[in-house]
């Protein structure tokens, strides 16, 4: 027999004249054989050895071959189990191939045939396994540090950071909400030669000026009314490391200012302090706004925005790259199964499509919500199209709809009109699907058409 000597079989009887005639003529074919006269000791066994195939007999005095079945199917997902049963019990070995066992045999068993049968077990059992394998290895090609995309967008973007990554550059990232800036700014720190040190966040947007001011560099005690000690700054904090202002836009002028400096000068003095502080710190900064159109409105310094802007990275928003809603829906299916102990792993056709459909107005965010509060609620192993939250299948027409251009003084009716018969059109004509959409009942759309004269 050609086989891998590197095939460990368990075989678990207790009878010892069964458990040992096997035992001797699996090893005369080239395998590694354990054995185990109960199941208990073969739990324990399959707890601590990694085994490719389990033969297994039903009935033993401690817990029974389909229990021991079910324990390995958990344990060790990746083993094949081969059933060995008396004649009374062929109809729980077939039971047992539907739980996952690969075959079954009967006694007296019959070594030639259980030969063939333990060949054609461990080849399926390595190609399943070679299968999981290239499924993940495919997975991995489009993960990039926690990132999850293909396309063209995305692959640029991930050839960018690794190119940027290493050096000590000012970054800004820009991107609407719920695109996920702060995850492209950690891989950016992962990536580096900084990746041992610091990665300290602040969300600028969430903190008053004065907190603010106090929150990046800091305050020496008595500065302000509350100030009872010394306290450090988020750039003292993440010296030799990174720090990722999100929400830069939104700072105020004289913060801008000091800002400047840090970039310049990389120094610094604690709100009322006067000794300077030298920092090396490595700057992302991140905005859903235009800083561009907020300098010409003067809302923000242009010397600033030249040192922010090095390098820019534009997120594209989800609705642009909708090739990676897919992959994107089976990640968050994996984790919040396992988050959530469900066993929530396929999606239905229908409601694939209809979450490609959609526009995610909140991008990755909001589909992550959307998955997760799914998979919460659901009671079957596949999301349905019912499933899907009421907002996304009452909202899921195509950008087509959403550009619907309305002249200034068109009438409340006439738009209604022009309303109801593009979302007619997108949806092919399909009126239960456009009713859906615009929340009405059918016999009020079919009312309307009528008015129409359609």
């Known amino acids: 027999m050609k086989q891998n000597k590197c095939d460990t079989i368990l075989v678990v009887d207790d009878e010892i004249n069964t458990r040992e005639g096997l035992k001797q003529a699996l090893e005369e074919d080239g395998y590694n054989v354990l054995t185990a006269g109960c199941g208990n000791k073969a739990k324990q066994i399959l707890s601590k050895k990694e085994v490719n195939l ?24 990746h083993t094949a ?57 495919l997975r991995n090609r489009y993960r990039f540090e926690q990132i999850i995309g293909k396309s063209r967008q995305m692959r640029e973007i991930f050839d960018l950071i690794e190119q940027i990554a290493p050096s000590k550059t000012t970054i800004l990232v820009e991107g609407e909400s719920g695109t996920g800036k702060e995850l492209f700014a950690n891989a950016i720190h992962q990536l580096s030669s900084r990746s041992n040190k ?9 903190l008053s000026e004065g907190i603010l001011e106090s929150e990046l560099f800091g305050h020496v005690k008595g500065a302000f009314t509350g ?39 990389r120094e610094f003095e604690r709100v009322g302090g006067q000794k300077t502080i030298c920092v090396d710190v490595r700057l992302i900064v991140a905005t859903n706004a235009n800083l561009a159109i907020a300098v010409k ?19 594209p928003p989800l609705r642009e790259r909708k090739e990676d809603i897919p992959l994107l829906i089976e990640y968050f299916i994996d984790k919040f199964s396992k ?41 079957n192993k596949t999301i349905c199209l019912n499933d899907l939250p009421t907002h996304i299948k009452h909202r899921s027409y195509t950008s087509e709809c959403d550009n619907l251009t309305i002249p200034l003084g068109t009438s409340m009716q ?41």
């Not at 929530?344 to 509060?373: F, H, Q, T």
């Open 54 to 77: 389990l033969i297994s007999d039903l009935r033993m005095p401690d817990i029974s071959g389909m229990e021991l079945l079910k324990f390995t199917r958990k344990s060790a997902p």
């Open 198 to 206: 610091p990665f300290i966040k602040v969300n600028c947007a969430a």
């Open 297 to 315: 409105k003067g809302e923000f310094r242009e010397d600033l925005y030249y040192r922010l802007n090095v390098i820019n990275i534009k997120l």
């Open 414 to 454: 006439e738009i209604e009109k022009q309303v109801i018969l593009k979302t007619l059109s997108v949806n092919q004509g399909n009126k239960v699907k456009t009713a859906q959409i615009l929340n009405i009942g059918l016999k009020t759309l079919y009312r309307k058409l009528g008015s129409y004269d359609l």
């Open 81 to 137: 189990i081969i059933i060995i049963t008396g004649f009374g019990t062929i109809e729980t070995a077939v039971k047992a191939m539907k739980e996952g066992a690969y075959d079954f045999l009967t006694k007296p068993v019959d070594i030639d045939k259980l030969s063939a049968m333990v060949e054609k077990a461990l080849m399926t059992q390595r190609l399943l396994v070679e299968n999981i394998y290239l499924k993940e290895k």
């Open 227 to 265: 100030a009872y000690e010394n306290k450090k700054g988020r750039f003292e904090l993440a010296h030799k490391g990174t720090l990722f202002l999100d929400e830069i836009g939104n700072i105020p002028s004289h913060i801008q200012v000091k800002l400047l400096r840090v970039l310049q000068e």
């Open 339 to 379: 988050e959530n102990n469900k066993e929530v792993n396929n999606i239905a056709p229908d409601a694939l499509d209809l979450l490609m459909k959609y526009n995610w107005p909140g991008n990755i965010r909001e589909l992550n919500n959307c998955i997760e509060s799914t998979v919460v609620r659901i009671k």
